[in-house]
Protein backbone atom coordinates (compact mmCIF):
# COMPACT_ATOMS: atom_id res chain seq x y z
CA UNK A 1 0.00 0.00 0.00
CA UNK A 2 2.98 2.60 0.80
CA UNK A 3 5.74 3.36 -1.30
CA UNK A 4 8.96 1.74 -0.96
CA UNK A 5 11.38 3.66 0.58
CA UNK A 6 8.78 4.30 3.37
CA UNK A 7 8.05 0.51 4.07
CA UNK A 8 11.98 0.40 4.01
CA UNK A 9 12.74 3.34 5.99
CA UNK A 10 13.31 3.87 10.16
CA UNK A 11 11.10 6.09 11.51
CA UNK A 12 12.50 9.26 13.53
CA UNK A 13 12.45 8.55 17.31
CA UNK A 14 11.99 11.23 19.27
CA UNK A 15 12.82 11.65 23.24
CA UNK A 16 11.05 9.52 25.50
CA UNK A 17 7.90 11.40 27.14
CA UNK A 18 6.99 10.54 30.61
CA UNK A 19 4.02 9.32 31.38
CA UNK A 20 1.10 11.28 33.40
CA UNK A 21 1.81 11.40 36.61
CA UNK A 22 5.32 10.52 36.32
CA UNK A 23 7.54 12.42 38.42
CA UNK A 24 11.41 12.79 36.22
CA UNK A 25 13.65 15.37 35.89
CA UNK A 26 13.80 15.78 32.26
CA UNK A 27 16.68 16.29 30.60
CA UNK A 28 16.20 14.78 27.56
CA UNK A 29 14.52 16.80 25.12
CA UNK A 30 16.09 20.30 25.26
CA UNK A 31 13.11 22.17 26.80
CA UNK A 32 13.11 24.93 28.55
CA UNK A 33 12.89 24.70 32.08
CA UNK A 34 11.35 28.34 32.39
CA UNK A 35 7.88 28.74 31.70
CA UNK A 36 7.00 31.83 29.09
CA UNK A 37 5.96 34.98 29.28
CA UNK A 38 2.93 35.69 31.12
CA UNK A 39 1.49 37.81 28.32
CA UNK A 40 1.02 34.44 26.15
CA UNK A 41 -0.81 32.68 28.76
CA UNK A 42 -3.51 35.82 28.95
CA UNK A 43 -3.06 35.81 24.78
CA UNK A 44 -4.36 32.89 24.44
CA UNK A 45 -7.54 32.64 26.72
CA UNK A 46 -8.11 36.24 24.86
CA UNK A 47 -7.90 33.96 21.41
CA UNK A 48 -9.92 31.09 22.83
CA UNK A 49 -12.54 33.10 24.11
CA UNK A 50 -13.11 35.16 20.94
CA UNK A 51 -15.74 34.32 18.25
CA UNK A 52 -12.46 33.69 15.56
CA UNK A 53 -12.29 29.75 17.01
CA UNK A 54 -14.99 28.86 14.62
CA UNK A 55 -13.41 30.55 11.60
CA UNK A 56 -10.10 29.37 10.17
CA UNK A 57 -6.89 30.94 11.25
CA UNK A 58 -4.88 33.55 9.15
CA UNK A 59 -2.97 31.26 6.70
CA UNK A 60 0.15 33.64 6.83
CA UNK A 61 -0.17 34.02 10.36
CA UNK A 62 -0.33 37.69 9.68
CA UNK A 63 -0.03 39.02 14.13
CA UNK A 64 2.77 36.29 14.23
CA UNK A 65 4.99 37.46 11.22
CA UNK A 66 4.28 40.96 12.07
CA UNK A 67 5.86 40.27 15.58
CA UNK A 68 8.43 38.30 13.97
CA UNK A 69 9.61 41.10 11.43
CA UNK A 70 9.96 43.70 13.96
CA UNK A 71 11.70 41.40 16.28
CA UNK A 72 14.50 40.23 13.47
CA UNK A 73 14.29 43.77 11.45
CA UNK A 74 13.23 41.86 8.03
CA UNK A 75 10.17 42.47 6.16
CA UNK A 76 7.07 39.92 6.36
CA UNK A 77 7.81 38.90 3.15
CA UNK A 78 11.12 37.13 4.03
CA UNK A 79 9.37 35.33 7.30
CA UNK A 80 6.97 32.29 6.89
CA UNK A 81 5.74 30.36 10.12
CA UNK A 82 5.39 27.10 10.61
CA UNK A 83 4.14 24.51 12.81
CA UNK A 84 7.87 23.69 14.52
CA UNK A 85 10.70 24.35 12.58
CA UNK A 86 9.93 20.50 11.47
CA UNK A 87 7.13 21.48 9.05
CA UNK A 88 9.90 24.00 7.73
CA UNK A 89 12.49 21.29 7.36
CA UNK A 90 9.68 19.43 5.33
CA UNK A 91 8.62 22.38 3.03
CA UNK A 92 12.05 22.84 2.45
CA UNK A 93 12.97 19.00 1.43
CA UNK A 94 9.75 18.75 -0.74
CA UNK A 95 10.08 22.28 -2.92
CA UNK A 96 13.80 21.66 -3.35
CA UNK A 97 14.64 17.86 -4.46
CA UNK A 98 12.98 15.84 -6.81
CA UNK A 99 13.59 11.71 -5.56
CA UNK A 100 17.44 10.81 -6.53
CA UNK A 101 18.69 14.78 -6.20
CA UNK A 102 21.38 14.80 -3.56
CA UNK A 103 21.30 16.60 0.06
CA UNK A 104 24.38 16.94 2.44
CA UNK A 105 25.21 17.66 6.12
CA UNK A 106 28.08 16.73 8.61
CA UNK A 107 27.16 14.12 10.98
CA UNK A 108 26.21 13.57 13.87
CA UNK A 109 23.56 15.59 13.33
CA UNK A 110 20.07 16.17 13.78
CA UNK A 111 18.19 12.73 12.39
CA UNK A 112 14.95 14.48 11.41
CA UNK A 113 16.88 15.60 8.66
CA UNK A 114 17.53 11.54 7.11
CA UNK A 115 14.33 10.96 7.84
CA UNK A 116 13.08 13.56 5.66
CA UNK A 117 15.48 12.87 3.20
CA UNK A 118 14.08 9.32 3.08
CA UNK A 119 10.71 10.62 2.29
CA UNK A 120 11.67 12.49 -0.37
CA UNK A 121 13.66 9.62 -1.37
CA UNK A 122 16.72 12.22 -2.01
CA UNK A 123 20.05 11.00 -2.00
CA UNK A 124 22.29 11.70 1.37
CA UNK A 125 25.80 12.75 1.38
CA UNK A 126 27.15 12.63 5.23
CA UNK A 127 30.31 13.61 6.15
CA UNK A 128 31.98 13.57 9.32
CA UNK A 129 32.51 16.16 11.59
CA UNK A 130 35.96 16.44 13.23
CA UNK A 131 36.91 15.15 16.61
CA UNK A 132 36.13 18.65 18.10
CA UNK A 133 32.87 18.55 15.71
CA UNK A 134 34.46 21.27 13.74
CA UNK A 135 33.01 21.54 10.38
CA UNK A 136 33.90 20.09 7.04
CA UNK A 137 33.84 22.86 4.31
CA UNK A 138 35.75 21.40 1.97
CA UNK A 139 33.49 18.17 1.97
CA UNK A 140 30.34 20.21 2.36
CA UNK A 141 31.39 22.60 -0.31
CA UNK A 142 32.67 19.64 -2.74
CA UNK A 143 29.13 17.57 -2.65
CA UNK A 144 27.18 20.15 -4.42
CA UNK A 145 24.23 19.19 -3.10
CA UNK A 146 20.98 20.33 -4.23
CA UNK A 147 20.49 21.18 -0.75
CA UNK A 148 22.87 21.69 1.97
CA UNK A 149 22.33 21.87 5.51
CA UNK A 150 24.31 23.30 8.98
CA UNK A 151 22.68 22.90 12.03
CA UNK A 152 24.41 25.79 14.11
CA UNK A 153 24.46 25.52 17.09
CA UNK A 154 24.68 21.32 16.09
CA UNK A 155 22.59 18.95 18.01
CA UNK A 156 24.17 16.86 19.87
CA UNK A 157 27.16 18.39 20.40
CA UNK A 158 25.86 22.20 21.07
CA UNK A 159 29.17 23.62 18.53
CA UNK A 160 29.01 26.65 16.92
CA UNK A 161 30.62 27.20 13.70
CA UNK A 162 31.42 31.13 12.44
CA UNK A 163 29.67 33.05 10.58
CA UNK A 164 32.43 33.59 8.15
CA UNK A 165 33.14 30.05 7.41
CA UNK A 166 28.96 29.71 6.88
CA UNK A 167 29.75 32.93 4.59
CA UNK A 168 32.13 30.79 2.27
CA UNK A 169 29.88 27.61 2.20
CA UNK A 170 27.11 29.61 0.61
CA UNK A 171 29.02 31.61 -1.71
CA UNK A 172 30.54 28.42 -2.62
CA UNK A 173 27.01 26.62 -3.07
CA UNK A 174 25.44 29.23 -5.19
CA UNK A 175 22.40 29.08 -6.92
CA UNK A 176 22.42 25.95 -4.46
CA UNK A 177 20.27 26.25 -1.29
CA UNK A 178 22.18 26.54 2.15
CA UNK A 179 19.38 26.07 5.30
CA UNK A 180 21.35 27.25 8.58
CA UNK A 181 19.35 25.35 11.42
CA UNK A 182 19.22 28.14 14.05
CA UNK A 183 17.04 26.17 16.36
CA UNK A 184 19.09 27.06 19.76
CA UNK A 185 21.44 30.02 18.56
CA UNK A 186 19.35 32.30 21.30
CA UNK A 187 21.73 30.49 23.98
CA UNK A 188 25.03 31.45 21.91
CA UNK A 189 27.12 34.66 21.12
CA UNK A 190 26.08 35.42 17.55
CA UNK A 191 23.99 34.26 14.82
CA UNK A 192 24.16 34.49 11.18
CA UNK A 193 20.66 36.20 10.68
CA UNK A 194 22.97 38.97 8.75
CA UNK A 195 23.13 36.23 5.82
CA UNK A 196 19.53 36.22 4.86
CA UNK A 197 20.00 39.98 3.58
CA UNK A 198 23.35 39.42 1.75
CA UNK A 199 22.86 35.71 0.11
CA UNK A 200 19.91 34.89 -1.95
CA UNK A 201 20.01 31.35 -0.98
CA UNK A 202 20.70 30.88 2.28
CA UNK A 203 17.39 30.08 4.99
CA UNK A 204 17.69 30.44 8.28
CA UNK A 205 15.25 28.24 10.76
CA UNK A 206 14.58 29.53 14.50
CA UNK A 207 12.11 27.77 16.53
CA UNK A 208 10.07 28.86 19.11
CA UNK A 209 10.40 25.72 21.41
CA UNK A 210 13.48 26.58 23.23
CA UNK A 211 14.33 29.78 23.86
CA UNK A 212 10.90 31.28 24.07
CA UNK A 213 9.49 27.97 26.13
CA UNK A 214 6.90 26.97 23.62
CA UNK A 215 7.84 23.64 22.41
CA UNK A 216 4.13 22.79 23.10
CA UNK A 217 2.53 25.32 20.92
CA UNK A 218 5.13 24.39 18.20
CA UNK A 219 6.36 27.16 16.55
CA UNK A 220 8.85 28.00 13.88
CA UNK A 221 10.34 30.73 11.52
CA UNK A 222 11.75 30.67 8.18
CA UNK A 223 13.67 33.32 7.40
CA UNK A 224 14.77 33.61 3.47
CA UNK A 225 14.98 35.98 0.79
CA UNK A 226 11.06 37.09 -0.87
CA UNK A 227 11.75 34.90 -3.78
CA UNK A 228 12.87 31.95 -2.19
CA UNK A 229 9.80 32.46 0.11
CA UNK A 230 7.44 32.86 -2.13
CA UNK A 231 8.53 29.74 -3.75
CA UNK A 232 7.98 28.07 -0.53
CA UNK A 233 4.58 29.36 -0.05
CA UNK A 234 3.99 26.72 -2.36
CA UNK A 235 4.06 23.57 -0.31
CA UNK A 236 2.73 25.10 2.98
CA UNK A 237 -0.19 23.55 4.31
CA UNK A 238 -3.09 26.42 4.17
CA UNK A 239 -3.81 26.42 7.34
CA UNK A 240 -0.63 25.10 9.15
CA UNK A 241 -1.10 27.68 12.72
CA UNK A 242 -4.26 27.34 14.27
CA UNK A 243 -5.14 30.83 16.28
CA UNK A 244 -4.09 29.86 19.20
CA UNK A 245 -0.83 29.04 18.56
CA UNK A 246 -0.73 32.31 16.07
CA UNK A 247 -1.78 34.37 19.06
CA UNK A 248 1.07 32.42 21.65
CA UNK A 249 3.94 33.34 19.66
CA UNK A 250 2.90 36.63 18.88
CA UNK A 251 2.83 37.49 22.22
CA UNK A 252 6.24 35.47 23.18
CA UNK A 253 8.18 38.01 20.27
CA UNK A 254 6.19 41.19 21.36
CA UNK A 255 8.02 40.53 25.22
CA UNK A 256 11.10 38.90 24.15
CA UNK A 257 12.74 40.74 27.25
CA UNK A 258 10.96 37.94 28.83
CA UNK A 259 12.73 34.64 26.82
CA UNK A 260 16.05 36.84 27.18
CA UNK A 261 16.57 36.78 31.04
CA UNK A 262 15.44 32.48 30.86
CA UNK A 263 18.54 32.31 28.32
CA UNK A 264 20.74 34.06 30.98
CA UNK A 265 19.62 31.64 33.49
CA UNK A 266 20.13 28.38 31.01
CA UNK A 267 23.42 29.95 29.63
CA UNK A 268 24.79 30.32 33.59
CA UNK A 269 23.48 26.92 34.16
CA UNK A 270 25.14 25.69 31.15
CA UNK A 271 28.60 26.89 32.86
CA UNK A 272 28.06 25.26 35.95
CA UNK A 273 27.32 22.05 34.32
CA UNK A 274 29.93 21.78 31.81
CA UNK A 275 32.58 22.52 34.60
CA UNK A 276 31.13 19.78 37.04
CA UNK A 277 30.90 17.43 34.30
CA UNK A 278 34.52 18.02 33.25
CA UNK A 279 35.43 17.79 36.83
CA UNK A 280 33.79 13.67 37.72
CA UNK A 281 35.76 12.53 34.38
CA UNK A 282 33.79 13.42 31.15
CA UNK A 283 35.27 15.57 28.08
CA UNK A 284 32.63 18.35 26.80
CA UNK A 285 32.81 20.39 24.32
CA UNK A 286 31.73 23.98 24.79
CA UNK A 287 28.06 24.28 24.21
CA UNK A 288 26.39 27.08 22.65
CA UNK A 289 23.26 25.65 22.93
CA UNK A 290 20.35 24.52 25.94
CA UNK A 291 22.24 21.27 26.17
CA UNK A 292 25.79 19.98 26.58
CA UNK A 293 27.35 16.26 25.16
CA UNK A 294 29.26 14.46 27.89
CA UNK A 295 31.47 12.13 26.35
CA UNK A 296 33.31 9.34 28.32
CA UNK A 297 35.44 7.80 25.15
CA UNK A 298 35.29 4.41 23.92
CA UNK A 299 32.71 3.55 27.10
CA UNK A 300 29.18 2.39 25.55
CA UNK A 301 27.31 4.80 27.76
CA UNK A 302 24.04 3.12 27.07
CA UNK A 303 23.45 2.04 30.69
CA UNK A 304 24.41 5.13 32.35
CA UNK A 305 21.77 6.42 30.86
CA UNK A 306 19.37 3.89 31.87
CA UNK A 307 21.21 4.09 35.42
CA UNK A 308 19.74 7.61 35.39
CA UNK A 309 16.33 6.34 34.66
CA UNK A 310 16.31 4.36 37.43
CA UNK A 311 17.04 7.02 39.80
CA UNK A 312 14.12 9.51 38.15
CA UNK A 313 16.44 11.90 35.47
CA UNK A 314 16.11 11.27 31.55
CA UNK A 315 19.15 11.56 29.32
CA UNK A 316 19.17 11.07 25.46
CA UNK A 317 21.14 8.35 24.63
CA UNK A 318 22.04 7.72 20.78
CA UNK A 319 22.75 3.97 20.04
CA UNK A 320 25.13 4.90 17.15
CA UNK A 321 28.33 4.63 15.59
CA UNK A 322 29.72 8.04 16.52
CA UNK A 323 27.61 8.75 19.64
CA UNK A 324 27.29 5.41 21.43
CA UNK A 325 30.43 7.23 24.36
CA UNK A 326 28.03 10.03 24.83
CA UNK A 327 25.14 11.54 26.85
CA UNK A 328 23.09 14.88 25.42
CA UNK A 329 21.97 16.13 28.49
CA UNK A 330 19.45 19.49 28.79
CA UNK A 331 20.35 22.20 30.74
CA UNK A 332 17.36 22.18 33.22
CA UNK A 333 17.13 24.28 36.38
CA UNK A 334 20.31 24.29 39.14
CA UNK A 335 18.43 22.17 41.72
CA UNK A 336 18.00 19.87 38.85
CA UNK A 337 21.68 19.52 37.41
CA UNK A 338 23.04 19.76 40.80
CA UNK A 339 21.32 16.21 41.44
CA UNK A 340 21.96 14.99 38.20
CA UNK A 341 26.23 15.60 38.92
CA UNK A 342 25.23 13.82 41.90
CA UNK A 343 23.69 10.46 40.61
CA UNK A 344 25.95 10.65 37.83
CA UNK A 345 29.49 10.89 39.18
CA UNK A 346 29.24 7.00 41.11
CA UNK A 347 27.79 6.03 37.30
CA UNK A 348 31.30 7.92 35.31
CA UNK A 349 33.44 6.47 38.09
CA UNK A 350 32.15 3.04 37.50
CA UNK A 351 32.10 3.35 33.87
CA UNK A 352 35.94 4.34 34.28
CA UNK A 353 37.17 1.56 36.43
CA UNK A 354 35.03 -1.02 33.90
CA UNK A 355 36.82 0.21 30.67
CA UNK A 356 40.12 0.10 32.41
CA UNK A 357 39.20 -3.66 33.58
CA UNK A 358 38.80 -4.50 30.23
CA UNK A 359 41.89 -2.60 28.46
CA UNK A 360 43.90 -4.86 31.33
CA UNK A 361 42.32 -7.68 30.43
CA UNK A 362 42.92 -7.35 26.42
CA UNK A 363 46.42 -6.10 27.10
CA UNK A 364 47.09 -10.03 29.02
CA UNK A 365 45.02 -11.78 26.23
CA UNK A 366 47.38 -10.08 23.88
Same mark, same amino acid.
Given at each position: ????????????????????????????????????????????????????????????????? $????????????????????????????? $??????????????????????????????????????????????????????????????????????????????????????????????????????? $???????????????????????????????????????????????????????????????????????????????????????????????????????????? $?????????????????????????????????????????????????????????????
Amino acid at each position: MFRSAIEQMAPYLPGEQPRPGERLIKLNTNENPYPPSPRVRRAIVQAAAAETLRLYPRPRADSLV $AAAARYYRLPGNMIVAGNGSDELLSMLFR $ASLDAGDVAAWAVPTYSLYDTLAAIAGARVVRIELGRDFSLPLQALARARARLTIVCNPNSPSGTLVGQEELTELARRLRPRLLVIDEAYVDFADRSSLRLVR $ALDNVVILRTMSKSFSLAGMRLGLLLGSAPLVDQLLKVKDSYNLNCLAQAAGAAALNDAAWALRNVERVRRTRRMTEAGLRKIGFEVPPSAANFVLARLAGVKLEGMA $AGLRRRGILVRYFDTPLLYDCLRITIGKPAEMKILLRELAPLAAAARAGSGTRRSRARVHA
